[in-house]
């Protein structure tokens, strides 16, 4: 007799990343030399977390009744406040904004997916994409089409983005979109102005057609070149469309454990704002029911009181400085090797293209380098490689990667 549903019998147990992470710690602690570029967190050269400590200051100072007690169940609404002027502040989508308090930007990729999408409908990326994007779709009940990312000239591909919105559309009948831009995750690109602006044209056409939600992954946004003139590709949109944003406290504010996240919805007409917004909570109640309150309080301080502010953008400068430097560093040493991969130029990560991504993974980790072998590419983690182990993570990708 099977306990467990069909679609529950043979999940696997483990992530396929963590268990990778796993494999590099025990072989450093058994005295090899190591270079783990699997973890999706920002480590300090001496391989320790980067934490921002003005942030764990106001987390220790959330009055212990406010943090041991229930946040509402769509969040802290000073929480929701601070987090739109500062996405959106100066835009026109700050006005047509509500928010939903989530577990990190997992959980308002989750929303998303549950109330715009019907069961059985699929929600369309790139062809790289996060790997829980699809461990998402599938806990709950959507699938995941997708566009080919990349042109053979190495830019984003819109013919097939134009291409599969389509035929999803005239499918379904309702489009959303995932985008993780800037510092896409696992590739490291990030759109150009001139990309940006035909994205929206495609999509301001489209949900011209069908209901279209279209959904704007900013997990990787404190850490981009430019954090604010995407904003203006997506203002024309709420015309037709509901803009959305997963918004994580998870990388801005090295809180990956906090779970401190939200959901942004600009939705131009009133009535369809509040229907929005009714429709998260009771998601919320469906699901969490609420979220990290002292992580919320925390961040909001971080976000209004002006001093703190201040001495948390400079700490994460630091922070920004420590990456860009591998960044640069990676893309020194990888010019004239060979190696394909696209525009990088800021981000947690970057990709290397392979034709056969196992094999080279396999001959990267039998030399001692750790790296996510995904369809077609290796993800490299450069937040987690010290910048003076770049260059050789660089020679063994040169070497290894066919
Ligand atoms: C592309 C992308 N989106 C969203 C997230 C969500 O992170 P969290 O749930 O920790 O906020 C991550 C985390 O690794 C990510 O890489």
């Not at 134009?162 to 759109?191: I, V, W």
């Not at 919805?265 to 009133?270: H, L, N, T």
């Not at 394909?340 to 392979?354: I, K, S």
Request: proline residues 5%.
């Amino acid at each position: 007799m099977n306990l467990l549903p069909d679609r529950n019998a043979s999940r696997p147990g483990d992530d396929p990343i963590f268990a990778l992470n796993r494999e590099a710690t025990q072989r450093r602690a058994a005295g090899e030399k190591v270079i783990n570029a699997t973890v999706g967190a920002l480590l300090e050269d001496d391989g320790s977390l980067a934490v921002l400590p003005s942030v764990v200051t106001a987390l220790r100072e959330v009055p212990a009744q406010k943090a041991a007690a229930y946040a509402p169940i769509a969040g802290v609404p000073e929480f929701h406040q601070a987090v739109i002027r500062d996405l959106l502040g100066g835009t026109s989508l700050a006005d047509q904004a509500v928010a939903c308090s989530t577990p990190g930007g997992t959980g308002a990729l989750r929303h998303a997916l549950s109330l715009f999408l019907d069961p059985g409908q699929s929600m369309v990326t790139s062809s790289f994409y996060w790997g829980p994007y699809g461990t998402l779709c599938d806990e709950n009940n959507r699938t995941l089409t997708t566009f080919n990312t990349f042109a053979p000239d190495g830019t984003l591909d819109l013919a097939s983005f134009e291409r599969t919105l389509d035929e999803t559309a005239q499918k379904q009948g309702r489009l959303l979109l995932f985008l993780n831009d800037p510092c896409h995750n696992p590739t490291g690109y990030s759109m150009s102005h001139a990309e940006w602006t035909a994205v929206s044209n495609i999509l301001h056409a489209q949900s011209k057609r069908v209901p279209t939600a279209v959904l704007v992954d900013v997990a990787y946004l404190a850490y981009a070149r430019d954090t604010k003139s995407f904003r203006a590709h997506l203002e024309p949109l709420t015309e037709h469309a509901a803009v959305l944003f997963a918004w994580s406290g998870s990388k801005a504010f090295t809180q990956y454990g906090q779970r401190i996240g939200a959901l942004i919805a600009c939705v131009a007409d009133p009535k369809a704002r509040t229907a929005t917004q009714n429709a998260l909570a009771y998601a919320s109640r469906g699901t969490w029911s609420n979220c990290n309150a002292a992580g919320q309080h925390a961040v909001a301080r971080c976000l209004t009181d002006a001093a703190l502010r201040a001495q948390v953008d400079g700490e994460r400068e630091r922070l920004r400085a420590l990456l860009d430097a591998r960044v640069t560093a990676f893309n020194t040493a990888a010019a004239g090797t060979g190696l394909r991969y696209p525009r990088y130029d800021g981000g947690f990560f970057v990709t290397v293209f392979a034709r056969d991504a196992k094999a080279s993974a396999e001959r990267l980790k039998a030399r001692g380098v750790f790296t996510v072998p995904q369809p077609g590419a290796i993800r490299v983690a450069l937040c987690s490689v010290a910048g003076a182990d770049v260059p050789a993570l660089v020679t063994a990708l040169a070497e290894c990667v066919d």
